[in-house]
Each structure stands twice: as structure tokens, then as C-alpha cells.
């Protein structure tokens, strides 16, 4: 590298410098980004970076993003780690893991952990150079790998171009909150800076004429050697400006267009189709294009390479500068251009390379009515739709743009489009492409076609009201085939399963099974199973809903964990601890079917059910940060709701308050009536404790309003508390009636120890039955839950307590105190204190009630603790997994939280404070 290069950048370069020392030295993960317009010198002190670096005994992994590669999923990211000195991967060990890229999350997981290994031997430096092209699973993936590999000294380089809201911003702030993040801003270079650059260019100082001419570069790098390099060639500059004139894309093509005045005519044309094809290209297919043997094609080759404007890494030729590929594309008319692209696309597919690598060329190049382009992009989502369902979204909504109004095809096409619309999350895009498709009046059977692939995105949307309308009506218009009238009919028992008749609503779903199983179609038995599992465990009948999801997972494993969920309401724990077990096992090692939001839902409520705080709460941390980097908000508010009943239970109300805040927040981006009971049934709880009392009865009264407590499957554990705070209110028939909720609820399932036991615990409360509340104590006594038994035997102390048997009373207070001291449920230890209190009761003082402290390592969890020696002892996140049987998404909770609390930044700093507290 010339020291030209780097002219005035001395100042920014030692900050960089400084980055790679820092993780050198201290072994945490940092995140730099370079910024600055096209021409300001990113890539030079990218590379001068990657030479400190490399003396730094870093590995290396350097790639630089293509403008054409903004379509090919993982083609960014590809450019760096299969490149450089030392390849972070192998492009066969890349290929094994990209043939599961339908599971982003389990890529992500693999990729990180082949990182993280090899950073534990060696410090990484990961450098993308023009990332503002980045493909989107690119970007996804570097908005989740740097947090994820945090605790490893990675140094990720990023540069791009100064764009408000662009990729290259989008990366930074998504990793801001998790690892230090550099900006490095690429200002215009200083007078002095140009001075010694055209001294460099010229071999002599700059005369008066040279630095007028220079002031039209305004401080641009790239632009004043290009006219430094015309002068010096004796090609006059057409560029002229003001000093300090901001420099723009027209004027920057202006200053290299000199330098392309004096090639050959078909040295020009070969530039040309090259620049069409990429900054990045293969000779055959500029070859190709022309109509030329390769023979006849290397004298232009030689002179494009002699000039200074391409180069060749003996598989690719490529631009020496993008500026350079974008002034030559510039002189290319917009027709010729269309042209170019689309013969570029055809001779593509037609070699062999993919739909994906002739797509990016027909966005540009197929015009209306051109039935091979919508061929070409109506094959591309094979390649992309499970990695990236958006961009195949994208291929087949421009194919259903160049598709004529009128004929089959366009319903056909626009069928095909709501399908990837919906399966890219774009619901409200799918609807609308499907009424305007209606709008058209099409035949009965494409009518019904299109209303049967609506009620996905209408189901996501939760408008399950006009989902109902809409199948019923096109099961009455009749005409359909008879695997669209099964689908219509599995939908309408679905969307019914929201609503209030849910006797209806099992007989449309019995229905519909019965149909779709009589013409053997999957997709209407999957749907119409889906719903009836829904429909009896909204209705309180688990064991018919079990029945139901243990069928629908033998036909279709991705919905174990539905199974699972209906196990633990039917307090069947040790099968949902096997299940859970395998499905990790088996998401681990080859991503499995299963939603990994999902699968976390389940694992938490099971560490819940089991009274295991900590890890419930990692695990609802865990999946509120996945479902964020996945941008699928499905459980953001339940699972804030259920961290701010953990809060409570350990009686620290900041926490509390912060996550009702949070789960408030989340209502309002999805305010559907389970979610708000379950908000405003949370808002009781912290209303109560906080001695609103009064407050808390009316809030408990709004929640009803959505329907009975026991509908909201959250809730039907939680009777108790709503029932306590009702009776201290002095609503008698509110704890009445949510007393005769628990019995029903209980009488639909005769087998559940917990439906029975806080059925009795509600009667007992709400009519002051001293013998309900033994009975509950005894019947949840057998049940896995040991904090509803445990509260149960406190409102047992209490009323013992009320009648003058004190005795019987403090053993019931102390054996509850016990159960939740143990599980450090301290907020639930400090209400039997307060009873235990005013019985003059010798308890542990206050004062000495374990606090557990913000920082140091008395804050970490048992859990931590295991974590944080594990991984001090040199284990990967994902062998710490499996050695502790959970998910390495939940080992990254447990691993920030660790740093945190111990003020350590990397892995070299946690294995000296695991090391210092063993000594000590």
C-alpha cells in the first residue's frame, strides 16, 4: 500500500489501530464502521487496518460487496469468511451449513460457533468493504453474529457509504447496546493532505494552475488522483469546480470519464458489458454477451488491465474502483442498458448459474409482458424462500408486475405471490395483492383459491373476524375444488376458534377434519388439527387438545412444541422434559422443523412450572431478544407480562415496573383481547402490592371484559392471587365468580392436580373455607408446581392464623416461607413474614432476608455461576449448551448477564474473575 493512500487519514487510523490493540489486549468483540462517500478512501484504510492487523497476528477475513450482490442470500458474508490468508471456512464446510439455511437462527448459531472456536486461539478481525450492498440475510446476519460473539476478540470492520438509515447504520444500532461500537466518520481531505497527494502523483509540488484545478475534487482522494493521473497523461480535465463544492456522483463520472476517452473503441464496449454484469465479473460471460471468443477479447482485456481500470484475481475480474465500473455504466443509454441486463439474465440461467444470479439483472432489464422474465423470477424463490422469505416475496411481486392484466396467469402468479408475501411476514402487502386479484371478478374457483391462501396472513394479523367472513362466504359462493373447499373449511374453524362459541367452533373444526381426511389433502388436515387443538384449550378441555397436537406432530413435527405446551397444562411434566430435551437435541444438530421462538416459549413456562425463577426468566430474555432479530413479535407481551409476575414473586418492584412498561409498550404493537387481559390482569397484581387495592379490584373487572380468566391460558395458574385481592377489596362476588371460573375449569380436567388444587385454594379464599384450603394444600401436594403449592399453604397459615390456631399456623407460614425462600421467591417469603410477624412468630429477621447484590459474583444466579465456569474453562458457547442440556441462545443470556454483573468485557476477563474466586 502507498502512502498516498492514506494522505490526512492519520488521525483516524490511529483510532482503528487503537480497536485492534484494544481487542488484542483486552479479547472482547468491537464493531467498527467506516463511513464516507464513494472515493474518500474507506477501502485504503480498510486495507492499511488489515495490514495492522495482520502484523498483530490477527486472522483475517476480508470481502468486498458487489452492487449486483444484493440479491443472493449470504453472498455478502460468503465474500468474507471463505476469503483471505486463513478462511474462517472451507467452501465445503460453508456449503454443508448453508443447505440448512432454513433455519436462520441455527445457521446463525453454527456460524458463530465455528468463530468463536477458532477465536479462542487466535484473535479475528472480519472486514466488508461497500457493505451498504449487502444482501438481506447478510445484513441479518451482522446485526446478530457481533452480539452473539461478543465475548470473543473479534474486531468486525465495516465500511460504506454515507447513507441516513442505510445497512451499514441499520448493523451498528442493532449491536450498539451489546459491544463497543466505533464510527469513523471520511471527511474531504485537507489542502495541505491533496497538496502532498498531487506531489506524490506529479513528482513535483502543485503549481497554481494544479491546485485551482484540484479545488473542483473538493478534498475526494479517489477524484483528484484520477485528474492527477489525466494531467499527468496529458488528458485534459473536464472537471471544474468550487473550493469546497460538495462532490457529486455526476462529476466524480465526469473526472474518469478523461481517463476512458483514450481506449479503443472495443476496449469501451468490453468495459461496458462488464459493467453491466457487475463490479465483480467473469471474462466468458462479458465473452458471451459480446458474441466474442475469449481470444478475440484479450487484447481488451490486457488493455482494461494496462490502464489501471481492472484487475484480475484469476477467477473474477473486477473494477479497481466502483466509481470507475459506475462512469463507464453511466455512458450506457437507459435502453441499451434494459437490453444488456436482460440478455445478461437469459445467459445466466441459461449456463446454469440459478434463477437467483439472473434475477438481479431482470429487475432491471424485463419489461411488461415478457413471459420468460416472469418464468425466470417466478423459479428464484426455490433458491431463497426458506433463508430469506422477503426476497422471494420480491421476485414473485415484479413477476406479477410485468404479468398482463387480463388472463389466467396473472391469478396464478398473484396466488404465488400472497403465499411468499405471507411467508415473508408482509401480511397486510398479501391481503392487498389479494383484493386487488378479487377485484377482478375471477371465476369461483380462483376466487376461493385466492380467499384460501388470504387466511394465513389474515390469521397473523389476528383478524379472525374477517377471516370468518371471508371463508364462510366462499364455502357459500360453492365452486371450488375439493381441496380448496377443505382448506376454506379448516380456515373458518380456525378463525372460529377465537371467538365466544366455541361449541360451534369444535363442530365446523370436527367438520373439516373429517373433509380433509376423506380427500387426504395435508394442508387442510394440518389446519383443521391446528384449530381443534386451539379450540379445546381455549375452552378449558386439555386432554381433548392434547389428542388433537399429538396428531398434528406425528403429521408435521414442527408443531411439537404445541404439544408440549398442552403437556404442561395437564401438569405432565416429565413428558414435556423429555420432549423439550429431544427437540433441542435435534435443533441442534441439523435445525430441526421447530420455530425456535417457539421452543423457548416452552422451555421457559416449563422452568416456571417447576419454580425455577432464574432460568425462566433467561429463557423469556432469551426469546424476546430472538423474536427481535427475527423481527417476529409474536410473544413480546406474555412473556413481559410473566417477567413481571417473576419480578413480584421475588418482590423487586423496579424490575417489575420496568418490564410492565415493556409489556405495555408491546401491547400497543399488538393489542389483541388476550394480551390486554393479560396486561391489565398484571396491572391488578402491581396495583395490589403497591396498596391500591381499590385500583386493582377495577383493573381485575377490565380484564373480564376480553372474556372469563380461565379463556386466557396465562392466567388460569394465576386465579389465586386475582381472588385474594378481590376479597380484600371487598368484592365478594368478583371472587365468587372467578372462585366458580376455577371450578369449571377444574371439572374439565379431573386429572390435573393443579386445575383441582387452585380450584379448592379459589373456593377457599373467595367463601373462607378452611377445609377447600387443606384440600387444596393436599391435592397440589401431588402436582409438579412446588410455588402454587407453596402459596397455597400460606393462604392456609393465614386463615389457620384468622381462627386463633397459631400453632398450625406458623408451621403452615414457615414450611411456605421455606418453599419460597428456597426457590427465592423473597417477595412471596416477605408476605408469610408479614403473617408470621403478627403472629409473634420467631422468624428470620428482615433484615438478613437473602438480597441478592447488583454486581459482583454473589449477583450471579446458580445457573451463571455454572456458566460462567464453564465457559471459563475455555468452552464455546455451544458446547456449554450441551453440557448444561439448554440452548445456546439462552448460554448468550446467561453470558451477558455473567459480564455484566462481574464489569468484565471478554472471556480472558472472566476466566481471571472465575480464577480469583476460587482462590478466594
Not at 469513523?184 to 513528482?203: F, H, K, N, Q, Y
Not at 497554481?208 to 478534498?219: E, I, P, Q, S, T
Not at 380461565?710 to 372462585?739: F, K, S, Y
Amino acid at each position: 500500500m502507498s502512502g498516498r493512500d492514506l494522505r490526512g487519514r492519520q488521525e483516524e487510523l490511529g483510532r482503528l489501530k487503537g480497536l485492534v490493540d484494544s481487542v488484542s489486549r483486552i479479547g472482547g468483540g468491537t464493531l467498527a464502521l467506516v463511513q464516507g462517500e464513494p472515493g474518500i478512501g474507506k477501502s485504503s484504510i480498510l486495507d492499511a487496518v488489515i495490514a495492522y492487523g495482520r502484523e498483530r497476528g490477527f486472522l483475517i477475513s476480508r470481502g468486498t460487496v458487489d452492487e449486483l450482490d444484493q440479491i443472493a442470500p449470504l453472498s455478502s458474508l460468503t465474500a468474507c469468511l471463505l476469503h483471505g490468508e486463513q478462511p474462517l471456512l472451507t467452501a465445503d464446510a460453508f456449503s454443508r451449513l448453508s443447505c440448512r439455511h432454513d433455519q436462520r437462527m441455527w445457521l446463525m448459531e453454527r456460524l458463530a460457533g465455528i468463530i468463536e472456536a477458532k477465536a479462542l486461539n487466535v484473535p479475528i478481525l472480519i472486514a466488508l468493504d461497500d457493505v451498504q450492498w449487502a444482501d438481506p440475510f447478510s445484513r441479518f446476519a451482522l446485526r446478530v453474529l457481533p452480539a452473539r460473539l461478543r465475548t470473543s476478540p473479534v474486531l468486525w470492520l465495516l465500511a460504506g457509504r454515507m447513507e441516513h438509515g442505510g445497512p451499514a447504520g441499520e448493523i451498528a444500532a442493532a449491536v450498539a447496546n451489546d459491544i463497543p461500537v466505533e464510527l469513523v466518520r471520511l471527511g474531504p481531505l485537507s489542502g495541505t493532505a491533496i497538496d502532498e497527494l498531487a506531489c506524490d502523483v506529479l513528482g513535483r509540488a502543485a503549481d497554481v494552475h494544479v491546485r485551482k484545478l484540484l479545488d473542483g475534487a473538493a478534498g475526494n482522494p479517489f477524484l483528484a488522483v484520477e485528474m492527477l493521473a489525466g494531467l499527468a497523461a496529458g488528458v485534459p480535465s473536464p472537471v471544474s469546480g468550487e473550493p469546497g463544492e460538495q462532490v457529486t456522483p455526476t462529476r466524480l463520472i465526469l473526472g474518469v470519464r478523461g481517463r476512458l476517452s483514450s481506449l479503443p473503441a472495443s476496449t469501451l464496449l468490453f468495459l461496458r458489458v462488464g459493467a453491466v454484469l457487475g463490479s465483480r465479473f467473469v471474462f466468458a460471460d462479458a465473452c458471451a454477451l459480446l458474441g466474442q471468443s475469449p481470444v478475440a477479447l484479450l487484447g481488451d482485456l490486457e488493455a482494461a488491465i494496462r490502464g489501471g481500470l481492472l484487475d484480475d484475481d484469476g477467477e473474477h475480474l473486477h473494477f479497481r474502483h466502483d466509481l470507475l465500473r459506475q462512469a463507464v455504466y453511466a455512458d450506457i443509454s437507459p435502453s441499451a442498458r434494459k437490453a444488456l441486463h436482460r440478455e445478461a439474465a437469459v445467459h445466466l440461467a441459461t449456463v446454469g448459474r440459478g434463477a437467483v444470479d439472473a434475477a438481479p439483472h431482470l429487475f432491471i432489464g424485463a419489461l411488461p409482458g415478457d413471459r420468460q422474465a416472469v418464468d425466470l423470477l417466478r423459479r428464484a424463490p426455490a433458491d431463497v424462500l426458506a433463508v430469506m422469505p422477503a426476497l422471494a416475496a420480491d421476485f414473485v411481486t415484479r413477476a406479477l408486475d410485468l404479468v398482463p392484466e387480463a388472463g389466467p396467469l396473472r391469478f396464478e402468479v398473484g396466488e404465488q405471490a400472497i403465499v411468499y408475501l405471507t411467508r415473508a411476514g408482509r401480511n397486510r402487502e398479501a391481503v392487498q395483492v389479494g383484493d386487488r386479484l378479487l377485484a377482478q371478478r375471477p371465476a369461483a374457483e380462483v376466487a376461493g383459491r385466492l380467499q384460501a391462501a388470504l387466511g394465513g396472513p389474515l390469521w397473523s394479523m389476528r383478524l379472525t373476524d374477517e377471516l370468518e367472513h371471508r371463508a364462510e362466504a366462499a364455502l357459500e359462493a360453492g365452486g371450488t375444488a375439493p381441496r380448496v373447499t377443505a382448506r376454506l373449511a379448516a380456515l373458518h374453524a380456525l378463525a372460529l376458534s377465537r371467538g365466544e362459541d366455541l361449541d360451534a367452533a369444535r363442530a365446523a373444526g370436527e367438520t373439516a377434519l373429517e373433509r380433509a381426511s376423506t380427500i387426504d389433502d395435508r394442508e387442510a388436515r394440518v389446519t383443521a388439527l391446528l384449530a381443534l387443538g386451539e379450540i379445546e384449550l381455549n375452552a378449558g378441555r386439555c386432554r381433548a387438545s392434547l389428542g388433537h397436537f399429538t396428531t398434528l406432530r406425528l403429521l408435521d413435527p414442527a408443531f411439537t412444541v404445541e404439544e408440549i405446551v398442552a403437556r404442561q397444562h395437564l401438569d405432565d411434566y416429565g413428558t414435556s422434559d423429555r420432549m423439550l430435551a429431544e427437540a433441542r437435541r435435534d435443533s441442534e444438530r441439523d435445525g430441526g422443523p421447530l420455530r425456535p421462538a417457539m421452543l423457548l416459549w416452552a422451555q421457559a413456562n416449563h422452568h416456571l412450572g417447576l419454580g425455577r425463577l432464574d432460568d425462566a426468566e433467561a429463557d423469556f430474555l432469551t426469546l424476546e431478544r430472538l423474536e427481535e432479530d427475527l423481527r417476529e413479535p409474536v410473544h413480546q407481551v406474555n412473556s413481559r407480562v410473566t417477567r413481571c409476575w417473576i419480578a413480584h414473586l421475588r418482590g423487586d418492584g423496579k424490575a417489575a415496573h420496568e418490564c410492565l412498561a415493556s409489556a405495555r409498550a408491546a401491547l400497543a404493537a399488538r393489542p389483541d383481547p388476550g394480551n390486554r387481559a393479560a396486561v391489565r390482569f398484571i396491572e391488578a397484581i402491581t396495583a395490589d402490592l403497591e396498596g391500591d387495592t381499590a385500583e386493582a379490584v377495577h383493573l381485575i373487572e377490565r380484564a373480564r371484559a376480553d372474556g372469563p380468566t380461565t379463556r386466557w391460558r396465562l392466567l388460569r395458574t394465576w386465579i389465586a392471587p386475582a381472588v385474594r385481592l378481590a376479597v380484600r377489596g371487598g368484592d365478594h362476588a368478583l371472587a365468587a365468580e372467578l372462585a366458580a371460573q376455577s371450578a369449571a375449569y377444574a371439572e374439565r380436567n379431573p386429572d390435573v392436580a393443579t386445575a383441582a388444587g387452585i380450584a379448592a385454594q379459589a373456593a377457599g379464599l373467595a367463601h373462607a373455607d378452611l377445609d377447600q384450603l387443606e384440600r387444596a394444600v393436599t391435592l397440589l401436594r401431588c402436582g409438579p408446581r412446588p410455588l402454587i403449592h407453596a402459596d397455597a399453604i400460606a393462604d392456609l397459615g393465614s386463615a389457620l392464623l384468622a381462627r386463633g390456631r397459631r400453632d398450625e399456623a406458623v408451621t403452615a407460614l414457615r414450611a411456605a416461607g421455606g418453599t419460597f425462600t428456597r426457590l427465592r421467591a423473597y417477595g412471596q417469603a416477605a408476605r408469610v413474614q408479614d403473617h408470621l410477624d403478627s403472629a409473634g412468630a420467631r422468624g428470620r429477621p428482615r433484615s438478613a432476608r437473602p438480597a441478592r447484590p447488583a454486581r459482583g459474583w454473589r449477583a450471579l444466579t446458580p445457573t451463571e455461576e455454572k456458566v460462567a465456569r464453564i465457559i471459563a474453562a475455555g468452552h464455546t458457547n455451544r458446547s456449554a449448551a450441551a453440557e448444561l442440556f439448554i440452548s445456546p441462545h439462552t448460554v448468550n443470556t446467561h453470558v451477558t448477564s455473567i459480564f455484566r454483573k462481574l464489569s468484565v468485557t471478554s472471556r480472558v476477563q472472566l476466566a481471571r474473575a472465575v480464577m480469583a474466586e476460587t482462590e478466594a
